[in-house]
């Protein structure tokens, strides 16, 4: 019996954890650079490939696009697509 709550523990942290993180997508056919500050974290340097879509962000973030300079903040559970090296935020809270 113990090792059945064990297991369902380890699998469902991943799921929560996920169910928590920002969205973001590239719909360009480029790749782009981006600066990612997020609570308690160092700074960071991003590279979201072309075509791409990644979870990002578990605790909320301010996403910099360093071709455009254009920030957004960003919680949990929001989208940010980049469209024609343009950052839009979707809220899905």
Same mark, same amino acid.
């Given at each position: 019996?113990?090792?059945?709550?064990?297991?369902?523990?380890?699998i469902s942290l991943p799921?929560?954890?996920?169910?928590?993180?920002?969205?973001l997508q590239n719909t360009?056919?480029?790749?782009?650079?981006? @600066?990612?500050?997020? *609570? &308690?974290?160092? %700074?960071?340097?991003?590279?979201? =490939?072309?075509?791409?879509?990644?979870?990002?962000?578990?605790?909320?973030?301010?996403?910099?696009?360093?071709?455009?300079?254009?920030? @957004?903040?960003?919680? *949990? &559970?929001?989208? %940010?697509?980049?469209?024609?090296? =343009?950052?839009?935020?979707?809220?899905n809270n």
């Amino acid at each position: 019996m113990l090792m059945r709550a064990t297991l369902f523990a380890i699998i469902s942290l991943p799921l929560f954890g996920a169910a928590l993180a920002a969205s973001l997508q590239n719909t360009d056919s480029q790749a782009y650079e981006l @600066v990612i500050a997020e *609570p &308690g974290r160092p %700074v960071s340097n991003y590279r979201i =490939v072309e075509n791409s879509q990644v979870e990002i962000c578990f605790l909320g973030c301010e996403m910099t696009l360093l071709s455009s300079g254009q920030t @957004v903040s960003v919680r *949990p &559970g929001d989208t %940010v697509m980049i469209d024609s090296g =343009v950052m839009t935020v979707t809220s899905n809270n």
